[in-house]
């Protein structure tokens, strides 16, 4: 059985936990370190595969993890990595989806020559539906990636990068990337009750197209075919697209974004 020690059950933490104790069979056996957790709130509850604990202290002793996985603040991870210590042996893995903090930084918390991953997850993993990509480093086991791997799969889509710059851009784009949907979701809404919608009809349809259109990219995953399936010629759609896209502002609007959250996440590593 692979022994899981997670580090902080916040809502990111919490949406994981319930993720792998849903999907994931007898192979794993998970330990979670939180003294702030509510764990009524969270849907949590000990069992044959869970520990819940307040402190290293209430877990057995001499518990040692496979893998330690950091779901803490930014600024809480050296210190959790020090609540972890005990638990760290010569084969641990150190998983990290602190934004920011780099496999430099945990490595030097957690001795030179161990192997660390820095895994960026989103808010899907709250409906099971996050999409994650990790960096490794050079001294993460064959057998260890796919132990994240199998993790990462079981809350949605995972995907491995061979560069840990390109976290930065990562976290922009699909860390940040829900928000963004979010905001666009919203202004459609308070644009269709300005223009004389009922304000919960405008919330329905503008909710339920953005998942209709999600489950569709899901299925199909070619954006630009959808997009060109449900557009008619010289029809509403082209021409609110028209509208969306002049002077190509729509693709200058992403890209801005898109370097606004790269630029700040360079700035907090």
């Known amino acids: 059985m692979t022994r899981v020690l997670m580090i902080g059950a916040g809502r990111m933490g919490g949406a ?9 069979g007898q192979g794993f056996g998970f330990a979670v370190i939180d003294p702030q957790a509510d764990w009524h709130s969270l849907g949590l509850s000990p069992g044959p595969q869970l520990v819940l604990a307040r402190s290293l202290a209430e877990l057995a002793e001499g518990y040692a993890a496979d ?5 803490t603040k930014p600024q809480h991870v050296e210190s959790a990595l020090e609540t972890a210590r005990p638990a760290i042996g010569p084969a641990t893995l150190v998983v990290s989806i ?9 490595q030097a918390a957690c001795g030179a020559g161990k192997g660390v991953v820095r895994a960026m997850p989103n808010i899907g993993a709250l409906v ?5 990509a990790a960096f490794a480093t050079p001294e993460v086991t064959a057998t260890q990636r796919e132990t994240v791997s199998a993790l990462f799969d079981a809350i949605g889509a995972f995907s491995w990068i061979e560069t840990e710059a390109d976290l930065h851009l990562i976290t922009a784009l699909s860390g940040s990337g829900p928000a963004y949907y979010f905001a666009f979701c ?8 300005a223009a004389g919608l009922d304000e919960e009809v405008a919330r329905i349809l503008a909710v339920g197209t953005l998942v209709s259109a999600g489950r569709l990219l899901e299925d199909n995953g070619d954006p630009a075919g959808l997009r060109a399936m449900v557009t008619s010629p010289k029809g509403t759609t082209a021409a609110a697209l028209a509208a969306l896209g002049q002077d190509s502002a729509l693709d ?12 700040r996440s360079v700035e907090l590593a």
Do not use: D, F, N, P
């Open 128 to 132: 099971g539906r996050s999409v994650t």
């Open 252 to 263: 200058a609007l992403a890209a801005q974004a898109l370097e606004a959250a790269r630029a």
């Open 67 to 71: 893998v330690v996985v950091l779901a």
């Open 186 to 193: 919203e202004a459609m809404t308070t644009a269709a009750i």
């Open 16 to 24: 994981m936990l319930k993720g792998w104790m849903q999907a994931l």
């Open 98 to 106: 602190a934004a920011g903090v780099q496999t430099r930084t945990l």
